[in-house]
Nanobody
Framework: QVQLVESGGGLVQPGRSLRLSCAAS????????MGWYRQPPGKERELVAR???????TYGDTVKGRFTISRDGAKNTVYLQMDSLKPEDTAVYYC??????????WGQGTQVTVSS
């Protein structure tokens, strides 16, 4: 019913920046919020950032001050600007949509690797 397609992942050096995109299509009229989660190797999935349809943002503690989430409503797209990247940011990053009626959808994920 909803398709989420992430893009922008890749290999970057520590201290550099990367911008992720997530495009939503399908049943998008009842989206309440969209966000990014990540799962480092061998660890649990964790919140990176979330933005509601009234533009309220939430960030995980480990990325505050370095990452910024934004939304392009006309194109049903959310972005994650990642600055000052660290090796511990290495993870698979997943796009998420939350809908009125408590439904959730997930993208396939995009790999971000921070290494020298």
């Amino acid at each position: 019913q909803v398709q989420l397609v992430e893009s922008g992942g890749g290999l970057v050096q520590p201290g550099r920046s990367l911008r992720l995109s997530c495009a939503a299509s399908g049943r998008i009229f009842d989206i309440y919020a969209m966000g990014w989660y990540r799962q480092p190797p061998g660890k649990e999935r964790e919140l990176v950032a979330r933005i509601t349809n009234d533009a309220i943002t939430t960030y995980g503690d480990t990325v505050k001050g370095r990452f910024t989430i934004s939304r392009d409503g006309a194109k049903n797209t959310v972005y994650l600007q990642m600055d000052s990247l660290k090796p511990e940011d290495t993870a698979v990053y997943y796009c998420n949509s939350v809908h009125f009626g408590v439904q959730e959808y997930w993208g396939q994920g995009t790999q971000v690797t921070v290494s020298s």
